[in-house]
Nanobody, 126 residues
Framework: QLQLVESGGGLVQAGGSLRLSCAAS????????MAWFRQSPGQEREFVSA???????YYADSVKGRFTISRDNAENTVYLQLNSLKPEDTAVYYC????????????????????WGQGTQVTVFS
């Protein structure tokens, strides 16, 4: 079982950057695929990015080239670097963990993931 705690959200001007962190407590973190989702007010939660145990990475088209996901297994932490932020990136960002096996075909689906954090707010103003 994993417990996930996100941090790093905040208020930033358009064009700026933030780095989100997700600290995991529990066993075998390195075996989990990790992902970030986000949810804007009145919208469904949407997939942002994922990273597998062997560091293959995947991104939603809307963030490709601007966001970078990474992980530090020694620190049990996954990161999301957010660059060139836009007002439409404003959302609560959630970290999620997927117990193996990871399936690319369903990686954008919430039901694929077994554990979730509480979220961190990112607000981008123009």
């Amino acid at each position: 079982q994993l417990q996930l705690v996100e941090s790093g959200g905040g208020l930033v001007q358009a064009g700026g950057s933030l780095r989100l962190s997700c600290a995991a407590s529990g066993r075998a973190f390195s075996t989990y695929a990790m992902a970030w989702f986000r949810q804007s007010p009145g919208q469904e939660r949407e997939f942002v990015s994922a990273i597998t145990w062997n560091r293959s990475t995947y991104y939603a088209d809307s963030v490709k080239g601007r966001f970078t996901i990474s992980r530090d297994n020694a620190e049990n932490t996954v990161y999301l670097q957010l660059n060139s932020l836009k007002p439409e990136d404003t959302a609560v960002y959630y970290c999620a963990a997927d117990f193996p096996p990871f399936t690319v075909a369903t990686m954008t689906k919430e039901y694929e993931y077994d554990y979730w954090g509480q979220g961190t707010q990112v607000t981008v103003f123009s």
